[in-house]
């Protein structure tokens, strides 16, 4: 048990030095590193190639092998580039100059149901920098309720959430959470959720990007219970490091049939009986989302294993046929 906690504090301690050098850096000089770590980690050590190979292959499939290359290496200097906008965020963007560095889109009818204190469910994915969207909300002055796995090295899990919390934003664990989610949704709170991780074999499947995939239920059964309002938002960089759009691309309100008085916002195609089920919704948002990675894929994490599994069970076979 100690040698484990030493060897935790260590890691820690490194990543703490780490960000420190990349706060000191130039932002100039970050993204030439960023530009050469990519071609080190894709060319080189090809970490996870095979991986990042199938899933280009499967959501691109004409794409040549030398575009597919081009766009895994865009996607690792993405990663990097995203860590140094992590670490310089609290240091660049505040609540005086916030508009020289984030741009809004479609945030009318968003800002109106934040304003109401209606309950919210925000979907996003691992596209663009989602952890700057939920610290720009906050700069904004609404709270949110982030749910998130509790990372297995505390010491790097207290950091990352206290990054998260400086602006109000606060964190749920995924596990053992239920209690806190069923009382910020009674109050009316906000909850925010990175919905495109694998679920398992008895999660929720669904289509994503033409394949069988494996989603959690529980963004859709929060929604129905609560008649939360269901909102696509993601956070994509525009052109160069530290700018940012952040889209409100698609909202759906259980209550009502779709996406409310702003035209720009994308509604729900299905009516509120057509979405009364757990499978309709999750495949809605998951539809929207890929909307929203197919504008910009090269900030998209394929090196998840998001298709860990892409047998159907059984019972779905049987509807399928």
Known sequence: MLLRTVGDYLVYLTV??????????????????????????????????????????????????????????????????????????PRKIHETNWRQFIALEDEDHLVRLLLEKKPLLVVTGHLGNFEVGG??????????????????????????????????????????????????????????FLADQYAGPKG????????????????????????????????????????????????FDPAGQGGGENPEVKPSPYTREELANVREITQWFS?????QIRTAPEQYWWLHRRWKDTRLPRRRKKQAA
């Open 204 to 251: 929720c499947w669904i289509e994503f990007f033409g394949r069988p995939a494996s989603a959690h239920k529980a963004i859709a059964l929060l929604a129905l219970e609560y008649q939360a309002v269901l909102a696509l938002a993601v956070s994509v960089r525009l052109q160069g490091p530290m700018r940012f759009c952040l889209r409100n691309y698609a909202m």
């Open 135 to 192: 610290y720009v909300l906050g700069i904004l002055g609404f709270q949110t309720y982030t749910i998130a796995r509790t990372l297995d090295n505390p010491f790097l899990d207290r950091f990352v959430n206290q990054f998260r919390s400086r602006t109000g934003q606060q964190i749920i664990p995924k596990n053992g959470g239920y209690e806190e989610i069923q009382r910020v949704l009674t109050q009316r709170g906000v909850l925010t």
């Open 287 to 291: 539809s929207r989302l890929e909307d």
């Open 16 to 89: 703490r030095i780490l960000i420190c050098i990349v706060q000191a850096l130039p932002l100039e000089t970050g993204v030439r590193l960023a530009h050469g770590f990519a071609w080190l980690f894709c060319e080189v050590l090809k970490i996870r190639g095979a991986v990042i190979e199938e899933n280009l292959r499967h959501a691109f499939p004409r794409l040549s092998a030398a575009a597919r290359r081009r766009l895994a290496r865009q996607m690792w200097e993405h990663l990097f580039l995203l860590v140094l906008e992590v670490a310089q965020t």
